[in-house]
């Protein structure tokens, strides 16, 4: 039977095991570190919501258009501006909306807002109206002269 002799080989130097044993314990607490964020990385402070428009319905009766914009969004935001066809709506030179922009009033969540514009400066055919809300949300909606 043959004999090992195991004193003249030589192992893994020192510099080398050191190196492997740093890898080994950083990817340790890297998996460690993504299994406890995958529980807890829910947990923090409460986002403040988003708002969210849908156009009930519409109307236009004489130089008057109306359209009934739902809010489905969890945050409640104000108009900030409106823009038609892509130029800013000047209530002064082309007409007022109710509500103004700027105006303060509230679209709250998960209600019906009336929002009604002077169509007598709007060309005929389709009109890109573009509301604009405090938190910078945009909303397009058409409305046919």
Do not use: C, H
């Not at 080989?9 to 510099?15: W, Y």
């Not at 914009?69 to 409640?76: A, E, F």
Request: no cysteine; hydrophobic share 45%; charged share 10%.
């Amino acid at each position: 039977m043959q004999k090992f002799n195991l004193k003249n080989k030589k192992g893994v130097s020192p510099i080398i095991a050191t190196l492997l044993l740093i890898v080994i314990a950083v990817a340790a607490a890297v998996v460690t570190y993504s299994f406890v964020m995958g529980f807890i990385g829910g947990a923090g402070p409460a986002q403040a919501g988003q708002a969210s428009f849908v156009v009930d319905a519409s109307s236009n009766t004489g130089n008057v258009s109306t359209a009934y914009i739902r809010n489905t969004g969890t945050k409640s935001v104000s108009l900030a501006s409106v823009y038609v066809s892509g130029a800013l709506w000047n209530a002064t030179t082309s007409g007022s909306t109710s509500p103004a922009a700027g105006g303060g009033t509230l679209w709250n969540a998960s209600s019906v807002t009336t929002f009604t514009i002077n169509s007598t400066a709007f060309t005929s055919g389709a009109n890109i109206i573009k509301l604009v809300f405090s938190d910078n949300t945009p909303f397009e909606f058409n409305i046919v002269k």
